[in-house]
């Protein structure tokens, strides 16, 4: 399906009953990205969304995936939970529909957590940080691996995205290592802190983008023998990223 069919036919994307796979996939997406935004995202999030559910939801155009997110902006409001902003809440929410929303937000445990987060000791946060700087790290390192453009082996490819190389990784490694470093400090340097998460979140926001246009468009040479496979280890490696920001975040604020 072309970008100007999915701009310029409305057909199905107005007519058709949103299944559930499809109303399922616009909840996570947007919760993924809420998560992001509360982290600091300075990225649109339209461009991302639209990237995200190009694939799960090819059959509807791009302004039917808006006011789809622009709908959820107005049930996520309902709970009192902050809404993505480049998706102002359109409160015309088929009365069929707003039921499935709701039941799939409240089913979503990261939305949950955003709802209700637990209270934990410093000691249990600072753990938990670590834990999932841990587990972001091994999975980094499993996807540096596996792309073809960043590989150690491998000379640069300059088809490659500019938001994803292997200067990326290593940073990504490094910011991992100074968050590490500073959460088992007594005092940690907030600031240094501060940058590497925000880098971190730049970082998980490039992976999605690209993960989201890798599902309709397996077109660049060094992907060819990759796909699927990386598309579904970055959109793994995404909520990793988030994870750990809003668990180092936690610690930080305790």
Known sequence: ??????????????NARWSEEELRRSVDAYVLL???QIQGMDQ??????????????ALRNDAAIRYRM???SAVVREFGAPALIDFSAAESVGSGVRPRIRAMLL????????????VR?????????????????DRIADLEQ?????????????????????????QALSDIDTIQRELKTRSPDKTSVEQSKSRLVRFATALAT???ERFTKFTDAALVAAAPVVVIKVFGLVPAIVDAVEAVTRTLVH
Not at 44 to 57: F, T, V, W
Not at 107 to 118: A, Y
Not at 130 to 137: G, Q, S, V
Not at 146 to 170: C, Y
């Open 1 to 14: 399906m072309t970008k100007a069919r999915r701009q310029g036919d409305s057909s199905t994307s107005a």
């Open 34 to 36: 809420l998560r992001l």
């Open 44 to 57: 649109k999030s339209e461009p991302i969304a639209q990237a995200l559910l190009r694939g799960p939801l």
């Open 70 to 72: 622009r709908n959820i």
């Open 107 to 118: 089913e979503n445990l990261d939305f949950g957590r955003l709802l209700n987060p637990e």
């Open 121 to 137: 000791s410093l000691e249990e946060e600072r753990q938990d940080a670590l834990t999932a700087l841990k587990i972001l790290r």
């Open 146 to 170: 596996e792309l073809p453009w960043i590989g150690h082996n491998n000379p640069p490819d300059t088809a490659a995205p500019k938001e994803i190389g292997r200067e990326h990784f290593r």
């Open 210 to 212: 690209w993960a989201g």
